[in-house]
């Protein structure tokens, strides 16, 4: 995959790892399209870095569908539709008790906005044979997020999705990347841009993620692991799931022993 002169596509990409990918992509010489909620934010990036911010809210089908006409209209194409919005919502207390309207908006945001992309763009790439869908969703699509199910299982959701594409349409030109990262320091945990990376201990960076996902997307490699210990907890879950599960509960009875919750933050700090 060459990134220069590409058109690229990147929702959310106003803030967080969105922001660091667009930055990362324009520095590859690419045309980079930040789509996002808080447009003011979209337009002051495309002007940073000679891209283009507009308007989206990827959990309306439309929005999207009106995103990539303005793109293909000006640009006759996209590249690479990288799907980067997300949302977490904290649980309220056990498993079940994420409200109804959190549950949806984690359904429309993190799996359904990656299901309008591809319905928006594959009917172009397939006739052009060529085109790429770059899926930022999370370690806990593979591993599972403790004190979050509604997160944990719509970012599995998104992994079953981004499968199905690759399997469906590799014979169409067509290829797939997931990015599953782990902690990283964005708006999403409740960091700034500014804050300093060194307070963050084992935490990753959006820059430093935006690095490992531009050299794994010019391999074209499907699963992109910014933190490479995912692959051995990953595997530690498929060789052997009950002794996996019993660790994630260990770690979850830890995590509530040293700080009564189980924020985000807290999780962090006892790993």
């Known amino acids: 995959m060459k990134l220069n002169k590409s058109i690229i596509v990147v929702t959310g990409g106003a803030s967080g790892i969105g922001k660091a990918l667009v930055r990362q992509f324009s520095s590859e010489g690419a045309t980079v399209i930040i789509a996002d909620i808080n447009v003011e934010s979209a337009v002051e990036l495309g002007k940073e870095v000679g891209g283009l911010g507009v308007f989206c809210d990827v959990r309306i089908e439309q929005s999207i569908i009106d995103l990539v006409k303005v ?18 919502f904290e649980e309220l207390g056990d498993a079940t008790s994420t409200r109804n309207a959190d549950w949806q908006s984690s359904w429309e945001v993190n799996v359904m906005a990656h299901v309008y992309a591809a319905r928006a763009c594959l009917p172009s790439m397939i006739s052009r ?8 969703i999370s370690a806990a699509g593979l591993l599972s997020q403790i004190g979050n199910s509604a997160y944990s299982t719509s970012k599995h959701a998104a992994i079953g999705f981004a499968e199905s594409l690759s399997i469906g349409h590799s014979d169409d030109g067509i290829r ?38 531009i050299s794994a997307v010019l391999k074209e490699e499907f699963l992109i692991l910014p933190h490479p210990e995912v692959e051995k907890y990953f595997l530690k879950k498929a060789t052997d799931y009950q002794k996996w599960l019993g660790g994630m509960k ?15 933050k807290s999780i962090i700090k006892s790993l």
């Open 71 to 88: 793109v293909t209209e000006k640009f006759y194409k996209i590249d690479i539709f990288c799907s980067n919005a997300g949302v977490l």
């Open 250 to 264: 260990k770690l979850r009875r830890k995590v509530l022993d040293r700080s009564g919750d189980l924020d985000i």
């Open 176 to 213: 797939v990347s997931v990015v599953c990262p782990q902690y990283v320091s964005t708006p999403m945990l409740g960091y700034t841009d500014c804050q300093v990376e060194g307070e963050l201990g084992e935490i990753m960076s959006p820059d430093e993620v935006a690095k490992v996902v």
């Open 129 to 136: 044979k060529k085109g790429y869908f770059l899926q930022i």
